[in-house]
């Protein structure tokens, strides 16, 4: 049976929409119920529905709040919008949360059970593509390995097999077009010991896969490669030296975990298959000599400092986000490439970032003020400092920006209250303020605890309650007035607003007067 999750705050239409539908399609559904957007994300989240009724205006939580949060949870679950409003902001807010469909009250059986049976085969079709993946999934987790062998043996030797290396290559969704191989070299002992040859290649795997990505060859003659491939970047030497400080690393580990010394061998950068082979047969001689390894940390020295302009930028735009815990990684992540070098180089360079950093910002009109690289000759110290100073400057710029954003949502509300009496939208108001539709929706919802098209009807009958209190207009006149051209859906807004038809309010209204 699928399960099937109606939301309303009216008992009536709760049990009339479950009634209609049991009698339409008996012994297909096990029905749930909630009365509130609270209730309905609680049942979601335990009873997993397949299917979901959401009503739009619900006391506490509405409807498209807790759509919002129910598609971010359960992804899969199919949900309907019932509504007795035709607004079409309404329909494109829901349309954008991953809504089915927009159905307006009274909804008619046949519809309703034309769209639970399109449901039902899109859940049926979707479990069978589910079946379907889940089984290519577990084919190819069976033959990868072999693959993996295969494709590696290939670049290394040259072999001739049915499938080529490109065909493999896709059977494995690795793409070889730019990157490195190296090579590790056992010791006597290990090649001697079927046991420990099988342990340390355990080893070397888990440590290099769950790295990164990279294909690993069967252990031959005592050796085996691993090809990985990188990004292209301009700063080649710098690559090469995260590379030499990666084969450090693995050493380290496999003589952790094993106990066993190896020699790690290590190929040029270059480009596609052919240069793979290039990559490993350099590799493979390196490996043959054991002093090779010993040049990295004279390597290492001669390599410059520097930072990608594609990092400063990424850098950048986080600090323009006011984003601290993405900041603090990127700078974490740049700080591990400084630990081999010289305090003063790294205070040099930690001076040239944060200038291009406080350039980029001051451009964007978000005034902060340069803070000082300290003269500190401890590198953790040194860092311990900047991150303070980083977490300051974020914290300035989040002021700054909540500034912003309320004098935005003073000047949002100013114009909707002058023009709400018009056919006003959501990409107009956003027009006005020159920001991006969508940005604004979610700063305004964000701000306000309302959405566009609520905040827009509130103001309405809100403003119509006042002109009620004029014995002199009627209640056709006040329609207008508030921005309706409709007086029988004016009446049914203002019912579902106030609990009340609009003659029904305004005669209570005049008698207290």
């Known amino acids: 049976m699928y399960r099937l999750l109606i939301v309303d705050d009216e008992p009536l239409e709760r049990e009339g929409l479950e009634l209609m539908i049991n009698r339409s399609m008996p012994n297909q559904f096990q029905f749930e119920q909630a009365g509130n957007g609270r209730i309905a994300i609680e049942k979601s989240i335990e009873y997993q529905p397949h299917i979901i009724f959401m009503d739009i205006k619900m006391p506490g939580i509405q409807g498209l709040e807790a759509v919002s949060v129910i598609k971010q949870k359960l992804p899969d679950t199919k949900i309907f919008i019932v509504t007795a409003y035709d607004y079409f902001t309404y329909a494109q807010e829901a349309i954008s949360l991953g809504v089915k469909d927009y159905i307006l009250k009274p909804a008619k059986k046949d519809h309703i059970i034309s769209l639970l049976q399109k449901m039902i085969d899109e859940i049926e079709d979707d479990y069978k593509k589910r079946l379907q993946e889940l089984e290519a999934i577990e084919n190819l987790s069976l033959i990868r390995p072999l693959t993996e062998n295969e494709y590696t043996l290939m670049l290394m030797f040259n072999t001739v097999q049915e499938l080529n290396v490109n065909q493999l290559s896709g059977i494995l969704g690795f793409e070889m ?195 000082h690289i300290p003269d500190i000759d401890d590198l953790n110290q040194l860092k311990m400092i900047v991150e303070q100073q980083i977490i300051n400057l974020i914290t300035k710029i989040d002021r700054e920006k909540e500034i912003k954003t309320n004098h935005m949502m003073v000047l949002a509300r ?100």
């Open 177 to 371: 077009e730019y990157g490195y191989a190296s090579v590790i070299k056992f010791p006597k002992e290990i090649i001697q010991n079927d046991k420990e040859q099988r342990r340390v290649y355990e080893c070397v795997r888990h440590f290099m896969k769950s790295a990164r990505d990279c294909l690993i060859s069967p252990v031959v003659n005592g050796q085996l490669a691993i090809f990985i491939p990188v990004q292209p970047k301009r700063e080649d030497n710098l690559q090469k030296l995260v590379f030499y400080q990666d084969a450090l690393k693995t050493i380290e580990y496999i003589e952790n975990q094993t106990g066993h010394k190896t020699v790690i061998g290590i190929g040029s950068l270059n480009q596609g298959i052919e240069g793979f082979k290039k990559s490993y047969n350099e590799a493979m001689q390196a490996s043959l000599d054991c002093n090779e390894l010993a040049r990295v940390s004279q390597y290492s020295e001669r390599v410059s400092l520097s930072i990608s302009d594609d990092e400063k930028q990424i850098l950048i735009d986080s600090f323009r986000k006011a984003d601290l815990e993405d900041v603090m990684n990127q700078f974490n992540h740049l700080y591990e490439r400084f630990v081999n070098y010289h305090v003063l180089k790294v205070r040099t360079e930690l001076n040239s970032l944060f200038n291009q950093i406080f350039q980029s910002l001051r451009n964007s009109s978000i005034d902060v003020e340069k803070f």
């Open 414 to 513: 100013e114009y909707i209250a002058q023009h709400f009496i018009e056919d006003i939208s959501l990409e107009q108001v956003a027009n006005y303020l020159k920001l991006n539709p969508v940005y604004f929706s979610k700063l305004f919802k964000k701000q306000t605890a309302e959405t566009f098209s609520d905040y827009l009807m509130n103001l309405r009958i809100n403003k119509a309650k006042q002109l009620m209190e004029n014995r002199e207009l009627n209640l056709k006149e006040i329609c207008y007035q508030v921005g309706y051209n409709d007086p029988n859906y004016f009446s049914r807004v203002f019912k579902k607003c106030t609990n009340e038809s609009p003659k029904e309010y305004r005669k209570k209204v005049l008698m207290n007067i």
